[in-house]
């Protein structure tokens, strides 16, 4: 049997963002247990239920849905933008939830990492993000929660710089491993 699939999706499409600098720490530390792999989120167009048939929902809906239908777990890396997560983020969860009947997200383990530059460490994204899981079916692991607050004194160019950071992020990548491990494929 092979290794199950996490799929890591980012909620800030910035390029040097501090999201994806956690994500990709957590990635290496993930990719010893489990097969890794970033869903593109930046690509989606807005979703319109207009458009969204069989015949006519725009191609990058029909594959960002498949590739969360061939995922075992799912792990979210957030910023907060004004006490909530970051619209890309939500669009991609609406698309690949629709139509409610086929919501690709369901019944799979998932968890919130949610980051900020100040004190509170993202709690409205990670609170927001976790209410539309409950909606969607994800299973969130529920301890540690993983607010990451001042998070650029965690990190430096080349990735999280700090011992503590570090530490507690090697921490949560075992608690979300049993949680994922935790369930059947």
Known sequence: MGKKLV???VGSLR???FSKKVALYLSGLLEE???????DIGSLAMYNQDLDNEDN?????RQFRQRVRELDAVLFVTPE????????LKNALDIASRPMSENAWSGKPGAVVSVAPGKIGGFGANQHLRQSASCLNIFMLQQPEAYIGGIADSVDESGI???STQDFLRSFS???TAW???FET
């Open 7 to 9: 799929g890591i999706v």
């Open 15 to 17: 390029r040097d963002s």
């Open 33 to 39: 247990r489990f097969e890794v792999a970033f869903l």
């Open 57 to 61: 929902a725009p191609t990058e809906w």
């Open 81 to 88: 933008y004004n006490r909530s997560m970051p619209p890309v």
């Open 161 to 163: 710089s700090d011992k």
């Open 174 to 176: 075992n608690a979300y």
């Open 180 to 182: 994922v491990n935790s």
